[in-house]
């Protein structure tokens, strides 16, 4: 049987970083793997030169370059203002909704409730998510959150330390469980690690090429995305996940798992 996974998030690049390895490794495994993107960025950075086409257009054609590299199906985006998707929330979960009964994906994948950065478009889509999921008739599938614990964060700054490339990705403070303002100002955290449930190898160097897609959104500081292949494979060669949903049955080391 057909096996589908479906990856949820609100910007073009927050598949790459959220979840790239994952869909790239189950893409080259036979599975279906969709991304459904809620906006299309168009009021993101914008490293590119001036007088080239609107932004929103050129993300949206980033997205397509980083399905493509991971082996997703061509992606969608369901079309919602950029930093304002907390405004319709209501009709973004019901399109979601509406995705899963068409899909029947068996794993689904999305933000953590931090949101990563506290942007209130992740935040929101993390809610939609989530709302979405509880209203379907998942039948033995799984709601997975992705996350960014210390361990990432510390493997990467390593890497990039040995490399001489500057990094700040060892100074971020962990979630402290206190309410995630939703403009911004909360900056990247670290996930507590007793919300890790699944550990996943994957592919790093597909994910950081996953990653380059999206070079409207890397400035000088996104260095670390030109590490050769052999820093690639480690920096990005683990995923951590949350099991918020589902059978945990063989979830420890695998988001199909067993039933």
């Not at 493509?68 to 985006?77: F, K, N």
């Not at 209501?90 to 994948?109: I, K, N």
Request: hydrophobic share 40%.
């Amino acid at each position: 049987m057909e096996r589908t996974l479906l990856a949820c998030y609100a910007h073009p690049d927050d598949e790459s970083y959220g979840a790239g390895g994952a869909i790239a490794k189950y893409a080259a495994e036979g599975v279906r793997c969709y991304i459904v993107t809620a906006t299309s960025g168009e009021v993101g950075l914008d490293h590119r030169s001036e007088g080239e086409t609107e932004l929103g257009d050129h993300r949206i054609e980033e997205l397509a370059c980083a399905a493509e590299t991971l082996g997703a199906e061509p992606p969608v985006i369901l079309g919602f203002p950029d930093g304002g998707v907390e405004g319709h929330i209501e009709d973004v979960a019901a399109r979601y909704l509406a995705t899963f009964e068409e899909l029947r994906p068996d794993v689904v994948l999305t933000f953590d409730k931090t949101g990563v950065t506290g942007h209130a478009d992740h935040l929101a889509i993390h809610r939609a998510v989530t709302d979405a999921f509880q209203q379907w008739d998942a039948r033995g599938s799984r709601l997975f959150y992705s996350l960014l614990p210390r361990a990432q964060f510390s493997k990467l700054a390593r890497l990039l330390e040995d490399a001489g490339i500057a990094s700040a990705f060892e100074n971020f403070p962990e979630w402290d469980g206190s309410p995630v303002p939703p403009d911004g100002s909360y900056g990247p955290r670290v996930t507590p690690d007793d919300w890790i449930t699944t550990t996943l190898e994957v592919d790093g160097v597909k994910k950081r090429d996953a990653i380059r897609c999206h070079h409207s959104q890397l400035g000088p500081e996104a260095a670390f995305v030109a590490m050769p292949d052999d820093m690639a494979a480690l920096a990005f060669g683990t995923e951590y996940y949350m099991l918020a949903a589902g059978s945990s049955s063989g979830t420890e080391a695998d988001l199909f798992g067993s039933d």
